[in-house]
């Protein structure tokens, strides 16, 4: 490494570093070094998987033309890693809890929480029931990422120069990890169930109601403008907007349905989604991609076209676990005391050496008591977490299925096997077809609350899961 590089390196790695400075003399060399991470040679360069081209149009956004789907996988993962790889490793990082080993102990409770909620171990139970489609299609995707990890690892971003470490190398299980915890950051929110819950023990029911609305308020909208009166009694909702809005042909003046969608996120930098555009002999699709994952989530295709906003249906809940008084290794599940499943692993912490994470799990989850605030002021018993993503979800074989859809009804037929997370999504086609579908696995339980569950009572237990039939739809409505 050279003196400059190096004495920059130290700057940037220093918080009271103003790089912003244009007068200060390492702005120079910060703007002429990440000049030099991205090399004209290597922006040039194409994937070798002997079928594709990558276009980049004046806004950077890949076209990715290929004779093959194999290719066409591989070229985008190649571009996704070209432009995205150091969001694409933190990512990585995050839902395997492997951030301690690069930053530190400030981020080892959330290694521990990612273990813990066990978004890999979901993803290699995912990975080994994947239809055939998606697993050749994630495969190749892996692949490019990977080709371009070893194409450019002697000029990686400055974020691995600053922080002193390479990449991981992807796979498989990596996508299906990152997908899964995006699921969770739409479906999660613990805090919607355990303060509710304190609520409900600390206050009286009258009060209790006036305070517990739904977890999305619902407002009727009225004839004219009464801002007062929209808002709900209580606690409120959260404030975010996300909204879907479809327009009919026969209200359109292209003849054609008009489809528009909104969902709101809190910033990110780089951004979640990720734009792109795949072409192949059965594919020519277009839309967003969510960054370390290869298909559309958001898009159309020639004929077709889909969107989506989050529905906060509830897919996950808190039980309070009973433990066995005379063995307190085991727990009781019905009639039986069962032991509870330990899994022992090693978080590497940088500057710390290993850090010990004990995970005990229930037939229901696992427990989080770690994760979250204390509901009973002497004490919790164990808390576990039952969640739909835990389970096979088949999300890839709906969104692979989604970026091939020719039609409205191919689409609605899809959404109607769609799992997790929930959605309130919307579609149309170029033969004037149009829709809303909320679609989504949601639990069956007998009783409702918004607080935890006993896990010895039969009425909290679920009971098998809505279809999409009983959920609220629309088909070309008059």
């Known amino acids: 490494m050279s003196y400059e590089k190096e004495n920059l390196i130290a700057a940037l790695r220093d918080k ?26 290597l922006l040039k360069n194409h994937p070798k998987g002997g079928g594709a081209r990558v276009i980049r149009d004046r806004f950077g956004i890949p076209h990715i033309f290929a004779e093959n789907e194999k290719d066409l996988w591989f070229a985008c993962g190649y571009a996704q890693a070209q432009d995205r790889l150091w969001q694409l490793d933190y990512r990585h990082r995050s839902v395997t809890g492997k951030l301690a080993e690069v930053t ?95 609520v409900i023990r600390h206050t009286s029911p009258e009060l209790a109601a006036k305070f517990l609305q739904p977890e999305a308020a619902e407002y009727i909208v009225p004839d004219q403008s009464c801002p007062a009166e929209l808002h709900p009694e209580g606690g409120g909702d959260d404030g975010t907007g996300s909204n879907n ?10 003849g054609l349905p008009l489809l528009a969608s909104d969902p709101h ?51 996950r809940d808190l039980y309070h676990e009973q433990v066995d008084p005379n063995n307190p290794s085991k727990y009781i599940d019905g009639i039986q005391s069962v032991p509870f499943e330990i899994i022992k692993e090693q978080i590497a912490v940088k500057g ?60 609605k037929d899809i959404l109607s096997t769609w799992r997790l997370s929930v959605w309130n999504a919307i579609y149309a086609d170029d033969n004037g077809n149009y829709g809303y579908q909320m679609s989504g696995n949601i639990p069956k339980r007998e009783r409702k609350t918004r607080g935890t569950r006993d896990a010895s009572t039969v009425e909290d237990h679920w009971i098998g899961y809505s279809d999409t039939d009983a959920l609220p739809g629309l088909h070309n409505p008059k």
């Open 352 to 411: 710390s050496g290993l850090s010990e994470l004990k995970i005990k799990l229930t037939t229901r989850g696992p427990i989080v008591n770690e994760f979250i605030p204390s509901v009973d002021p002497d004490g919790d018993s164990p808390i576990s977490l039952k969640w739909i993503g835990h389970e096979r979800i088949d999300d890839m074989k709906s969104l692979f299925g989604l970026n091939h859809a020719q039609s409205a009804d191919e689409i």
């Open 265 to 315: 996120w809190p910033i990110h930098f780089p951004d979640l989604w990720y734009e792109q555009h795949l072409v192949g002999p059965e594919i020519d699709c277009i839309g967003a991609a969510y960054a370390g994952a290869p298909p559309v989530i958001f898009g159309r295709t020639r004929h077709a076209t889909w969107a989506r906003t989050n529905n906060s249906s509830s897919t």
């Open 16 to 41: 009271n570093t103003n790089i912003d400075n244009k007068k200060s003399p390492l702005f120079a060399n910060y703007k002429q070094y990440l000049n030099s991470k991205l090399p004209e040679e």
């Open 104 to 198: 530190g102990e400030d981020n080892l409770h959330s290694d521990n929480q990612s273990r813990t909620i066990g978004f890999e171990r979901a993803a290699k139970l995912e990975l080994k029931t994947l239809d055939d489609r998606s697993a050749s299609s994630i495969d190749s995707y892996t692949r490019g990422v990977n080709a371009w990890i070893d194409t450019a690892i002697d000029k990686l971003p400055v974020e691995f120069d600053v922080l002193d470490y390479e990449p991981l190398a992807w796979s498989s299980t990596a996508t299906l990890a990152v997908m899964r915890e995006f699921w969770w950051s739409l479906t999660g929110r613990l805090q919607q169930i355990v303060g509710p819950e304190r």
């Open 245 to 254: 809005w479809i327009v009919g042909a026969p209200k359109s003046t292209t």
